[in-house]
């Protein structure tokens, strides 16, 4: 018995073993995640940069990459062979047809389009805005997108303005200059340069009074307003409310990221977008909105319960490996506790399989016997053939008794075949 536990405890110890280097090299850890972002010092670079500091807490690197924007990190998280595998992406560029590689977390935080302009009364909306100057943003952004699908909404044609490639971040300073008429960004309002312009009383802040057919055409905008003075309480900047039109930035990744992957992800945007400024109250962000892209099934379940408990007390990468054996081992233990329970069952059938089959030579040679089929003598040498090997046979102390058995019943087959003693001839008188 106390062979058999051992055998069984090894054989549990290498299956272990097996499973863990399966599992490890089925799953190899995740050390290095790739962040499309956005142009320097724009909301989304500003945001990752954060995540970078928190991510490597949780002994991950974050390889943050620059992009144009929105429409260039959409760009690349569908191809497989950039990467990326996370980023910043906004509202009304994309939806699950087109992109069915892509998931989302949730939307992450509100992104205004500002609209500031140089001149009295160009503030009163876009229509002053032909035949001037204006950034709207490089290609490959979010900005120029909606943008350029707002001002063809207006009736502006190609040539109606001058359209320049700023970015948020350097579009500022040329309009605080006078180099150009107007600049359109989408941005948060931590943005600097958006907190700079507004501040300006050269600058005045466009204002979108039809904000609710915007809305109606497009439902991925939002309607938000900006107090007046917000920018400067002392010179009142702006002088009155103004009407913003703003999209949702949502955190996207590429479907096949790892569930505690997305789950570190989340915990990183609870940190850093859950807070209040002017458009939203605390703990309004992150939210599990699906915007252009299904939220998927594992940031659904982080909203409603929150990180799993093994993630909650376990480094990450012990937390990662335990989860992909758990995944691995139920389903194992389904199938192996059944076989350890007959196990027993089996072994005894077998050992008793080992004495039945001489029990089966016994019967033949019972059966000549009985039927004269072949002489004494040769029935005797097979049954002294037969009990060397049962007393070479090798049992558990459980199964003795039946080796026991076999052997009497050997003794019973060979008396039968040995004369009895009255038939035995009379023995000669000794010498005496």
Not at 39 to 45: E, F, I, K, L, Q
Not at 78 to 102: H, I, K, Y
Not at 207 to 229: C, E, I, N, Q, S
Not at 364 to 379: G, N, R, Y
Request: glycine share 8%; aromatic share 8%; proline share 7%.
């Amino acid at each position: 018995m106390s062979r058999r536990r051992w055998l069984y405890g090894a054989f549990a110890l290498l299956l272990l073993v097996a499973v863990v280097i399966g599992v490890r090299m089925a799953f190899p850890p995740v050390q290095v995640l790739v962040m499309t972002t956005g142009t320097p010092g724009s909301a989304y670079d500003v945001f990752a940069q954060q995540y970078k500091e928190i991510l490597a807490r949780e002994g991950l690197e974050l390889r943050l990459e620059p992009s144009a924007g929105a429409v260039e990190n959409l760009a690349r998280l569908r191809d497989p062979s950039s990467g990326m595998s996370v980023g910043f992406s906004q509202g009304g560029l994309t939806d699950a047809r087109q992109s069915p590689e892509l998931v989302s977390l949730g939307t992450m935080f509100y992104e205004p389009l500002w609209f500031f302009c140089r001149g009295d009364g160009c503030g009163q909306g876009v229509r002053n805005l032909r035949g001037k100057k204006i950034s709207i943003g490089p290609e490959g952004s979010g900005t120029r997108a909606l943008v350029e699908r707002l001002l063809a909404l207006n009736g502006f044609d190609d040539g109606a303005v001058e359209k320049l490639s700023f970015s948020a971040a350097e579009s500022a300073e040329p309009l605080l200059r006078g180099e150009i008429d107007a600049a359109a960004m989408v941005a948060s309002w931590s943005t600097p340069g958006v907190r700079k312009l507004l501040a300006s009383t050269d600058i005045e802040l466009i204002d979108f009074p039809r904000t609710d057919a915007y809305v109606a055409l497009y439902p991925y905008l939002t309607k938000l307003t900006v107090p007046a003075g917000v920018g400067n309480m002392a010179e009142n900047r702006p002088p009155s409310d103004v009407r913003l039109l703003a999209l949702k930035a949502s955190l996207i990744v590429r479907t096949d990221m790892d569930t505690s992957l997305q789950y570190v992800l989340l915990d990183a945007a609870m940190r850093i977008h859950s807070g209040a400024d002017i458009f939203q109250k605390a703990s309004q962000f992150p939210a599990p909105e699906a915007g252009d892209l299904p939220v998927s099934a594992d940031a659904l379940q982080y909203y409603k319960s929150g990180r799993p408990f093994l993630q909650r007390y376990l480094p990450l990468g012990l937390a990662r490996l335990a989860g992909k054996l758990l995944i691995v081992l139920v389903p194992l233990v389904g199938v192996v506790y059944p076989l350890l329970r007959f196990a027993p069952a089996l072994y005894g059938w077998s050992m008793r399989r080992r004495v039945f089959r001489l029990y089966g030579e016994l019967k033949l040679i019972e059966a000549e016997l009985d039927a004269h089929a072949t002489d004494a003598a040769t029935l005797l040498r097979r049954l002294d053939h037969l009990e060397e090997r049962a007393d070479h046979l090798q049992v558990p102390l459980a199964f003795a008794q039946t080796l026991y058995h076999m052997r009497s019943h050997i003794g019973l087959a060979r008396a039968r075949l040995q004369p009895h003693p009255a038939e035995l001839p009379p023995q000669a008188p000794s010498g005496r």
